[in-house]
């Protein structure tokens, strides 16, 4: 989980909750892409431990929050399945009204609403049944496997940075591995790779033995071989396997996106809206905010605040903008991690794209004459910048370099800085240029690890959300 997650519990009344539960603290992630260099750390504490995230067992976190919204009031149906859902016409929108469902013991029935969300994950029964307007990302083709040690060694145990989930890539530049440990004493531990790669190295395995049987678990442990830092964490790990629970799994193909992700009466949120990748764990960061998104523009169409058309609108830009920053800096880390350029124009659609690119205009502006449309060059620009973010830095180098130089050149909320900036500043000290790119990177992005509050910037068609819990609306700019 990223740290935004805190302030979306804290906005819903559940964040005790989810302290108490004993979920792995995680105070910040460790990641490696440059086998010839240290690895980067992130510290997510900065100081308190109360901004740390934490690695969650989905099942536990889910049902979790299943029993918290049932305590707040919402009626829950469990083992019950929606099948279909009956639209009316209204003008050149389609309006939902009801839905047929069936329940695990034979019962079929028709809920009426006035409106409906639809949060059915990746079955996304609204973009992929009715709308049919869900698009697979073309450069994110990638197949993620993954299972469950025991027995494994921790990162830094005992230290500020005990225990920190690691992500490291391959030695062939294939792709990367994470390695996550969970309150239950397992850890989990995943390959993603690019899936034309991965079935070139199955058939090569295939190749390899006497009887062409190489199954998913020869492959994932073939993939460990190429990652020495998780493979040395699990020196003397021992791979759970059960046949049932404990299998080794996998999913390809699972990144895309859509046109739409609202409309008259309805929202689409989470997973049914959009997926990017699990490198940079967003999604459940944008399904939270799709959530919160939902739940402020459907209060402001029922309080009449502002016309249904206006809010299913702001609710469609502020998914699509989320998303399209996500997937900017998860390209920028397979750049690197790939070592090549990444062509992603296709990925990502021009309007929010500028609206993002809102953000890192004046950062590229100086080094080339664009225009206000998505370009290639604008686009290749952007991902080297976001790039920079996963510099391998450490909070002791980033002190160390501090000292070393002015201290507002550090500061969150100092002015993005030009190379010829950074190269002023840094006076041919590597460390400092290492720093100072990777905290330059940051600023544009930092409002991606922001919750609730993050809605109440950047306005849709002259509204921002009223986040404030029993008065979820939208408000007019102006009227601010």
Known sequence: MLPSLNSFMRFIGAEEKLRDHGFTTKLGAAVKFNQHKKEGYTDFTRGDVRNASCNVIRSEFDNMLLRHAEESGARVFEETKITDIEFETNGAEMRPTSATYTRKNGEVGVVHFDYLVDASGRNGIVSTKYLKNRKMNQSLHNLA????????????????????????????????????????????????????????????????????????????????QLVPGLKALLEEATLKEDGEHYVIRSAADYSYAADKYAGDHYRIIGDASAFIDPFFSSGVHLALLGGLTAAASIAASIKKQ???????????????????????????????????????????DEDNFDRV????????????????????????????????????????????????????????????????????????????????????????????????????????????????????????????
């Open 145 to 224: 496997c993954w299972g469950y040690w025991t027995g494994q060694k921790q990162y830094m145990p005992n230290s500020s940075r005990h225990n920190a989930p690691w992500f490291e890539s391959l030695t062939d530049e294939s792709g990367w591995a994470w390695f996550i440990p969970l309150h239950n004493g397992t850890v989990s531990v995943g390959i993603v790779m690019d899936s034309s790669i991965s079935a070139q190295k199955k058939a090569e395995g295939r190749k390899a033995t006497s009887d062409g049987n190489y199954t998913l678990r020869d492959h994932y442990l073939d993939q460990i």
């Open 306 to 348: 502002c016309a249904e058309e206006v809010a299913w609108k702001f609710h469609d830009v502020k998914v699509a903008t989320a998303y399209t920053r996500f997937l900017l800096v998860v390209m920028s880390a397979y750049k690197q991690i790939r070592n090549q350029s990444v062509a992603v124009l296709s990925d990502v």
């Open 357 to 480: 690119f809102d953000i890192f205009r004046p950062v590229i502006q100086g080094n080339s004459d664009v225009g206000k449309n998505l370009s290639e060059n604008e686009l290749e620009r952007t991902i080297d910048f976001c790039k920079d973010i996963f510099a391998p830095t450490d909070p002791e180098m980033i002190e160390a370099v501090g000292a070393r130089l002015r201290p507002e050149l550090l500061a969150a909320n100092s002015p993005i800085l030009t190379n010829e900036e950074i190269n002023i500043e840094s006076q041919g000290d590597d460390e400092a240029r290492i720093v100072l790119h990777r905290l330059n990177a940051r600023k544009p992005v930092n409002q991606m690890y922001q919750g609730p509050d993050n809605l109440q910037v950047g306005d849709v068609g002259g509204y921002v959300a009223h986040i404030q819990v029993g008065a979820l609306g939208l408000v007019e700019v102006a009227s601010t």
